[in-house]
């Protein structure tokens, strides 16, 4: 059992040289490498947005997790990162369920964890100079996707935090409701925000789905090579 089970969560665990580098001691050599425009000549505006973006992420627990499982071997990095997506994932639903928006401590670490997944995205694309590509570009296709889930969860806590729509918010799923419903830029009508604050939420939420989905989706499922199912080349 200990062997099926290592085989279906690690995969093939390969036995090869670990990089000179690890994850923490990479990101600080791209942060040096965008300030000294090793691999690319930019300046002003844009070099201030990718040093931003790159040293952000040292702010953040995810860089921090990637280290601490690098010396396990690559494998366990990936498992390491996938089990903290899915707790990213499922800590706003909970806060939800629970009713723990009036807490200001569960609060605070939703909107940390979120700021990491809004920041982490557009930092793998713009200001990863030094970062090769990841091992399988699907499994980073199903990473995106949780990371959209997530950020629909954690609006959708911050719209129950309170009286910010039309009306009240009766079960907490409503509040999933209107936030999967705004991402999808869909707008029934049922719900709508009757505040400044609640119309700012709604405002900042597609601008960021209209960016994260369209932009970051189209990048990543132009760098899937593998063939599918229905290929020509696959018919029997």
């Known amino acids: 059992m200990k062997k099926i089970l290592k085989k279906l969560i690690l995969g093939n665990v390969t036995k090869t040289d670990p990089p000179p580098f ?44 990637k280290h601490f499982a690098f010396k396990k071997g690559d494998e366990y990095v990936d498992l390491a990162v996938d089990f903290y997506v899915l707790l990213k994932v499922f800590f706003p639903l909970l806060i939800l369920i629970n009713h723990w928006q009036s807490n200001v401590v569960m609060l605070g670490i939703m909107i940390y964890l979120m700021l990491e997944t809004i920041l982490y995205i557009p930092t793998l694309i713009f200001a990863s100079d030094l970062f090769a590509k990841p091992r399988s570009y699907k499994r980073a296709m199903l990473l995106l996707f949780l990371n959209y889930i997530e ?3 954690a609006y959708a806590v911050l719209y ?30 049922d719900f709508y925000p009757a505040t ?36 020509a080349d696959n018919l029997e």
């Open 160 to 189: 129950s935090c309170d009286n910010y729509l039309n009306k009240p918010l009766e079960h907490w799923f409503d509040a999933i409701y209107f936030s999967t419903v705004t991402s999808s830029s869909i707008g029934y009508g």
């Open 151 to 153: 950020i629909i969860f």
């Open 196 to 231: 400044t604050w609640g119309k700012f939420l709604v405002c900042t939420q597609a601008l960021l789905f209209l960016f994260f989905v369209i932009l970051f989706l189209n990048f990543f499922s132009t760098k899937i090579k593998a063939k599918g199912y229905f290929d």
């Open 22 to 65: 690890n994850p923490l001691e990479k990101r600080i050599q791209n942060i040096k490498a965008i300030w000294n425009n090793t691999h690319q000549d930019d300046n002003g505006l844009e070099k201030l947005v990718r040093l931003f973006l790159s040293s952000s992420q040292l702010l953040f627990p995810g860089i921090y997790i």
